[in-house]
């Protein structure tokens, strides 16, 4: 009780204190939390890759400075007198043949920094980075992260494995760059939205926030940014790993952030040491659909090819190599592990 009067305290000062640095506020989450950061009077300033499309799309009088997540003195620049950060930062890349062919999908270091839409650079180094930068101001204490809802889903589950396969391994750089935050010694919210849309939220819909969401499930961006705002301050929202939705059809309309926050199951709430969660086996589970895959089409080749020289190959012979190529990876990710 007395741990808890302190948090609140202590952030009952930090509210009044709040100078916001936004990261991604040029996006389209971002944008809303700049307008309602400005809407509610929170003094903020907005990290931007390139400061005059950030001055073109953004409010007339926003505080721009130039930066990047894979540049770490811009970003200790920007950290300069802030004392909290909304990270709505992300990136989204197709897998190409070449990352598979190459086996840098699962290298520890998979693009430099000047790969800019990977996102290794943008969701963990560039995670990894921003934390750095807000532990060395010395000022910054909290961070809110938005990843997505796939992230806490298990590496095999149909939503987790198509992102991953499509998406350069998405879920894993999100993953490490959410344990990133959780090791940092910083206060933190890692809010996991589900899929992102455009509408308002109509009268009849409620809201759902906790440990884990099944997809699919929806919400709208201006409603995730009042989120993110919210869990600046609100003590339940501290240290906690959050799934955030619509509820669909006529749930009740009562149910503010804020009170949600405040119901939200003490499984969402991480150890005060921020231990790090398991990151899923992606490796496995991405090798192995890669690799049916390319046994399939190997297969189907070889028989193409057979047809046409007059050769039969035995009908095992898919299964075989499908299975061959399933053994090496999961040997090869054993080793490695994910
Ligand atoms: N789409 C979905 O359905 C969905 C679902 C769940 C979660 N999410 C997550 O929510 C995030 C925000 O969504 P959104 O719709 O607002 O995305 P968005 O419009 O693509 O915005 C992404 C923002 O990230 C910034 N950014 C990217 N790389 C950066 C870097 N290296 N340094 C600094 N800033 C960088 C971009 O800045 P620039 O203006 O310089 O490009 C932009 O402001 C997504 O990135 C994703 O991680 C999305």
Known sequence: MAMRVALIVALASHASALRVLVVGGTGRVGRHVVAQLRAQGVPHRVLARDPAAALAALPAGTDIVA?????VPSLRAAMDGVSACIAVSGVSRFTRAADLLTGRLFAPDPAPPSESTHPYVANERGMSNLVEAA???????KIVRVTGLSVGRPAWSPVALLFNCLLSVSGRHHANGENALRTS?????ILRPGGLSDEQKRAG????????LAPPARIGRSDLAALAIECLTHPDASRATLCCAWTAGAAPDASAWSSLLAAARPSCRDAPAGAPRRVPPYRLAVGTAACAAAGVATAGIARLLGAALGVRLPPLATAAAVALA??????RSAARGS
């Open 67 to 71: 930066g990047d997540l894979a540049d």
């Open 135 to 141: 532990k060395a101001s010395g000022s910054c204490g």
């Open 185 to 189: 010694g910083l206060d933190y919210t």
């Open 205 to 212: 819909r409620g809201r759902l926030l906790g440990a884990a």
């Open 326 to 331: 399933i053994a090496l990876n999961a040997g």
